[in-house]
């Protein structure tokens, strides 16, 4: 079946440094691509998204890259704080279908002071 | 004012047991789905309603029955609880025809013993 992301990695960034996380997604019919982040003991929380028919879209603090070519998201996180420690997904859909979310396994983001 | 909310928050039962969770979101959606989170955070959709009407309904067994009275709520069933049952339980829900943006719930800690 399809497959988005790697086995669940850790990543961990001092405070105030850049984080990227990366992605891969094996669907190339899906045109419509969140970020969500997961914290401990809580449901996943949206932090951005971006359709097929654009390469790159920038929220506060948070910018998602497209490269549709290779199949790769990456959501880089400007001055990363201690809250951003969280678990960090992808989730790909084909519009048109009910909106089957098929998520990522996850990217562990650590904060360091 | 919580948007999505889930009850119970924790569930610990026998092997065998009946129970139900359920799920209510205030956000006006017409479309709400069950998630489910194993414990190496893989999150794997289950089923989803619109307006009362099931519309996904992925390959789980047929011992885990969603019920939604009103599109405001989402319950689940889960007949004869297995081992292989305990994971985390997300609601989320959606407008159709608006942002593809699924928002989630809590989240209902299941453990079988």
């Known amino acids: 079946g399809e497959s988005v992301g790697l086995h669940l990695p850790t990543l961990s960034v001092q405070e105030g440094d850049n984080s990227i996380i990366n992605c891969a997604y094996s669907?190339?019919?899906?045109?419509?691509f969140i970020w969500y982040k997961q914290e401990s003991g809580k449901g996943p929380q949206f932090i951005i998204d971006i359709r097929s028919n654009m390469d790159k879209r920038q929220g506060q603090r948070v910018t998602v890259l497209l490269n549709k070519t290779v199949k790769h998201l990456s959501l880089q996180i400007a001055a990363t704080q201690p809250g951003d420690s969280a678990v960090y997904f992808c989730?790909?859909?084909?519009?048109?279908?009910?909106?089957?979310?098929?998520f990522g396994t996850g990217t562990r983001l650590q904060v360091t002071l | 004012d919580t948007a999505v909310s889930q009850t119970p928050k924790y569930l610990v039962t026998q092997m065998g047991n009946d129970k139900s969770i359920k799920c209510e979101q205030n956000?006006?959606?017409?479309?709400m789905y069950w998630y489910k989170q194993d414990s190496k955070k893989f999150l794997k959709i289950m089923f989803s309603?619109?307006?009362?009407?099931?519309?996904i309904n992925e390959t789980v067994p047929n011992r885990f029955s969603p019920k939604s009275p009103d599109k405001a709520h989402l319950n689940l069933h889960i007949n004869s609880l297995e081992l292989g049952d305990s994971a985390v339980y997300f609601c989320?829900?959606?407008?159709?025809?608006?942002?593809?943006?699924?928002?989630f719930g809590p989240g209902t800690r299941l453990l079988v013993l």
């Open positions: 989730a790909e859909i084909v519009t048109g279908t009910a909106s089957k979310l098929t």
């Open positions: 989320a829900s959606r407008h159709t025809g608006g942002a593809e943006t699924q928002y």
């Open positions: 309603y619109n307006n009362k009407e099931l519309i």
């Open positions: 669907n190339s019919a899906s045109d419509y």
């Open positions: 956000l006006g959606h017409d479309t």
